[in-house]
């Protein structure tokens, strides 16, 4: 979620950004996020003020109690009792208007760094650095679930009669061949001085909006029934989180 103050003082900013993400659509989130912060700048202005008089009305009933100014001192709790009840007003207004404000922005993008080239699509892609030069070979290449099948690594079949559609099991040297890989990926990175960590694979509501536009990820996401609780597309979500 990107710092609300770039809202409050240059909303062409986010504009221009959300114009060079080819995500038009989301520009009047800006103007409705800037209006309804104002609105809720002002209600907590007027109830940090109020609750900053009914505290000195407060302080100034005792002192009349002991004066045997009874009278002045009824009408003040009056005045007490209305401060308190706009206060409550108010603090339900900032929640709602809070909570609104929070779930336009989790919409809004992230500032790309200006060294990002501008692109709708993968055909306007921009080459940053070559080095050497592409081997293309004479001849068509298999895919590698192919070659996989090929040699008696995956099965497919029994995966689908007990997984459905798109799972496999690896079998034998490819399953073992995964595992290296994955084992070479890990010492690498430890190589190069990062920490290997086990991230949890379940992550609460709240930290699925911290990291990434919930109303956007919510139909690509798994949700475990009846608990807050959300199933991680990569690690970096629980990692961030």
Not at 158 to 169: D, H, K, L, M, P
Request: no cysteine; hydrophobic share 35%; net charge negative.
């Amino acid at each position: 979620m990107i710092d609300i103050e770039l809202i409050r003082t240059n909303r062409e900013l986010v504009k221009e950004n959300i114009k060079r993400k080819f995500q038009d659509e989301k520009l009047p989130l800006v103007d409705e996020v800037y209006e309804l912060d104002k609105k809720y700048r002002e209600a907590k202005m007027e109830g940090d003020n109020l609750r900053a008089e009914k505290n000195k009305l407060s302080s100034e009933i005792g002192n009349l109690m002991r004066e045997g100014k009874k009278d002045e001192a009824e009408a003040i709790k009056v005045r007490v009792g209305e401060n308190a009840k706009r206060i409550e007003e108010l603090e339900s207004l900032e929640a709602d208007l809070e909570s609104s404000i929070r779930e336009k922005m989790y919409v809004i993008p992230q500032i790309m760094d200006p060294s990002v080239p501008i692109g709708k699509d993968d055909s306007e892609n921009v080459e940053d650095k070559r080095f050497g030069e592409p081997v293309v070979p004479n001849y068509e290449i298999p895919y590698h679930a192919d070659i996989i099948e090929r040699l008696n690594g995956m099965d497919k079949v029994s995966a689908g009669r007990t997984s459905g559609e798109g799972f496999y099991y690896l079998l034998g040297d490819i399953a073992r061949l995964h595992e290296a890989m994955l084992a070479y990926a890990r010492d690498f990175m430890i190589d190069h001085g990062f920490t290997y960590a086990v991230p949890p694979f379940m992550i609460h509501k709240d930290v699925v909006e911290g990291v990434m536009s919930f109303p956007e990820m919510e139909a690509m996401m798994y949700k475990i029934e009846g608990e807050d609780l959300y199933l991680i597309g990569t690690s970096e979500h629980s990692m961030i989180g």
